[in-house]
């Protein structure tokens, strides 16, 4: 069983940093990926940032400049560096680990408020 666990989550102001981070622990075969979703209330859960490949990087328009993804492949981790942050970034971030099957995190909240 695989287990992904967030953390890294708060409140921030407008303007503000926070780095999310991901743990994957359990049986976890050797080629994977990673990546980092959110969901807000009332819309659907949507792609952030994630690893397409083991170094191809693909980010959400919307946080292109501002997010940067980074994985350590040696101990399954995965973290999301988040700059000037704003307050459309406010949702619920979802670490997911794709190796054939998937899987997710329980969430972190992210609130981005004055």
């Known amino acids: 069983q695989v287990q992904l666990v967030e953390s890294g989550g708060g409140l921030v102001q407008p303007g503000g940093s926070l780095r999310l981070s991901c743990a994957a622990s359990?049986?976890?075969?050797?080629?994977?990926?990673m990546g980092w979703y959110r969901q807000a209330p009332g819309k659907e859960r949507e792609l952030v940032a994630g690893f397409t490949s083991a170094y191809t990087r693909s980010y959400a328009g919307s946080v292109k400049g501002r997010f940067t993804i980074s994985r350590d492949n040696t101990k399954n981790t995965v973290s999301l560096q988040m700059n000037n942050l704003k307050p459309e970034d406010t949702a619920v971030y979802y670490c997911r680990l794709y190796d054939g099957m998937e899987y997710w995190g329980k969430g972190t909240q992210v609130t981005v408020s004055s």
């Open positions: 359990g049986n976890i075969f050797s080629i994977n990926v």
